[in-house]
């Protein structure tokens, strides 16, 4: 059963030891304001998926941090999330690991939820075709009678 936070209240999510964000909900009016970021649009055809990831992450963190705590600056200074720090706080890889975790990933569970095919194999068969045929039965005569 799909459950509904009917508040769609900001919530605090620990991305390390010390350190959490206040994020809005994950709405679809962010997923879609997300996916037509400039940012995520200057990305390149050709490029990684990786690297479609990373814009993608940073432009929905940028539009997600409301409040940050036990992040500061060189000098060790609390610092308020601007584009530049969310932008270098993602670039982290545990705390992006853990954003994509706690907080990307929760919104698409349910998309995959919605799949109704299996997954791909993996392993040494994936994608290997049956090459095995079924031994043929002699072929039946007509009765003489």
Do not use: C
Request: hydrophobic fraction near 45%.
């Amino acid at each position: 059963m799909l459950t509904l936070d009917l508040t769609n209240a900001p919530r605090w999510h620990d991305l390390a030891p010390g350190v959490r964000v206040q994020l809005r909900p994950l709405t679809t009016a962010l997923m879609v304001a997300t996916r037509s970021d400039p940012a995520v649009e200057a990305v390149p055809a050709d490029a990684l998926d990786e690297e479609r990831a990373v814009a993608f992450a940073k432009a929905l963190a940028r539009r997600a941090v409301l409040a940050w705590e036990g992040i500061g600056d060189a000098d060790g200074k609390p610092i308020d999330p601007r584009p530049e720090a969310i932008d270098a706080l993602l670039d982290v890889w545990p705390i992006f690991e853990a954003f994509q975790l706690t907080y990307v990933s929760k919104g698409l569970l349910l998309e995959q939820e919605k799949n109704a095919s299996a997954p791909s194999p993996n392993g040494p068969s994936a994608g290997a075709s049956d090459t095995a045929k079924p031994a043929r039965k002699p072929a039946r005569t007509a009765r003489r009678g």
